[in-house]
């Protein structure tokens, strides 16, 4: 009779820490002098523009950490028909990523406790955002970091996505 196998944890599963696993991760790689890049969103449905944010992310640094949305935390931003996917799937599906080195949910309306909690060297946000209305800009600004504005992918937004599969426009 086969044996029953049990499925090994996979490299992207192996990615998604708690804040607290976090933490020490992130103070690990600081402390080998590597730059710990932090960016976060909901990352509800994965599109280009969500791809190269990260890969910019990731090219400011040694290791990149995204702050993902819990569940509560998307439809409190973006309505009750928000998230289309789970925030588990959506975190592994980040974590599969080869820019993405680790993934943390947070259930809050912003980063902010998280961001202090990692103290990352630099912060990373979409083009989107004004530079002062990226959460945590003073703290890491505040601890010698940097904060960056990420370039856009004109017209890939995921409310555009959704409104095209709509049919709403």
Not at 48 to 77: I, K, M, P, T
Not at 93 to 99: E, G, I, K
Request: charged content about 30%; proline content about 4%.
């Amino acid at each position: 009779m086969p044996r029953a196998r049990t499925a090994a944890p996979t490299a992207a599963r192996d990615k998604l820490l708690t804040r607290d696993a976090a933490g020490r991760a992130v103070r690990r790689a600081q402390r080998r002098d590597e730059r710990v890049v932090f960016t976060n969103g909901c990352f509800d449905v994965l599109h280009l523009g969500h791809v190269r944010s990260l890969e910019q992310a990731r090219a400011l640094g040694d290791r990149l950490v995204v702050g993902l949305n819990s569940d509560a935390s998307v439809r409190r931003l973006k309505g009750s028909e928000r998230p289309l996917v789970p925030a588990r799937q959506r975190a592994e599906v980040l974590a599969a990523l080869a820019c993405v080195d680790w993934v943390v949910l947070f259930g809050h309306a912003t980063p902010l406790a998280l961001i202090r909690a990692l103290r990352p060297d630099v912060l990373a946000k979409g083009g989107d955002w004004a530079l002062d209305e990226i959460v945590g800009r003073e703290d890491v600004e505040g601890w010698g970091g940097r904060v960056v504005r990420l370039r856009q992918v004109p017209g890939v937004r995921t409310t555009l996505l959704l409104r095209r599969a709509r049919g709403t426009r």
